[in-house]
DNA sequence: TTATTATTGTCTCATTATGAGACAATAGAT
DNA sequence: ATCTATTGTCTCATAATGAGACAATAATAA
């Protein structure tokens, strides 16, 4: 049963996520490529009639990256009438062969309620949906056009978690489970989009007593070994 | 045409709004009384189907307070099964005449855009809607238990506030064009809900280069009168 | 083995921000 | 003229941050 044929989801009703990822010093996040069309997208989906809207979003995510107990933060609802353009959901359906009527309630309005997650890069399996070729990383310093306003919705994303970051300590999420104080600072310097002082950094991170200062990492770079860190747990 | 005759409106969404005021040195919210039941709950709506969601909200603040130009701001969206309590609208409805049919829209489930306003207290004039007997302020630190999650609802708005509170500099939509430093300290305190230091308050906010002085309030009082400050234009 | 290089962890010192209070100025009451 | 409560501005101590110095060290080159 493709989701077309489906009954039970809300109607006016979607969810899309901004999955936050990082790699080689950069801040990316997942889009799905429409078949044929090219475009672009965050990925997304519906909710169930009897599903909570966080569940809904928790599993949208399982179902792109297969991973479970992500962060996952829900940041706005965009509503505005300009998003309501039935010809690109019209033509995302015809490209995989669907004709649908009008009427058809996936061409109706849809308000999105929109979440930011922050993952692991190294842990996620990505797999596409059943409209997409493909599900991809792509860098945020350097986004494509996005269909509709997710253009708007991924640059609130940002704003949101650059606001929250030092306030909530979230950005260890998106580092796997040891890292070093350097690349959380890259972390850090990523999304805030600026160079941070390495002295600064290091004595602020250590002060705030959450970080736990395991065995040396030996890179057999010629030079000083730095420690590992995590995170400490509750 | 009463709202339930109305086919306009977006079914599975409705709108809540956290309306703070600030008088006698108390938080405040607005919150409306259902004929009969003495149920309270926040102000809201619908969103109509041609409509902005933002506008939506807009509209009903505009038809409650009678104020256009508020300070608005999207927070959160509930949705989870939990608030689906189809029994409550009945009941609601029952009390004023209304017998619906158990498919009717307003007996769905919803999810809720939810908004809190800052507005100056004075300047508000108070209007029910066609379900409630009243409309009033009731202080936030002794709030009534309220329908559904509206409580929840309220929790967030205020954490929400907290946060944004020093970041933002949005305190003083909850005063009068002109106030005095007192007053302004008085609004954080009851927002943060504790005591700030009076020296250090006055300090800061003189050093952000926000306010403008002008002239003294002569109120009577025996002692040295302060200063009016407005926040700078622009 | 020893010198070299790049990076790390920690220290120092200057600058800025904040906590806590002192104190003179002053509007009205006594 | 004196008193009271509050305001605006200072001062000084303490804490946080900016900016850099410097020794430690892991691998490489000599």
Redesign the pocket.
Known sequence: MTVLETQGFLPHIAFDSVVFGFSKGKLKILLMEYHDTGWLALPGGFVGKNEDLDEAAKRGLKERTGLDNIYLEQFYTFGNMARFRPEVMQTILAANGFHLDSDHWMLDRFISVSYFALIDFEKVILTPDELSDSIAWYEIENLPNLILDHNAIVKKALQTLKENLERKLIGGNLLPERF???ELQQVYEAIFGQKL????F???M??LDILERHE?L??????????LYSFRKV
Not at 197 to 200: D, I, L, M, N
């Open positions: 070093t104080m350097n002082r390495r002295t600064t290091q004595r602020k250590l002060g040396k030996y890179t057999g770079k010629s030079h000083k070994a730095p420690y």
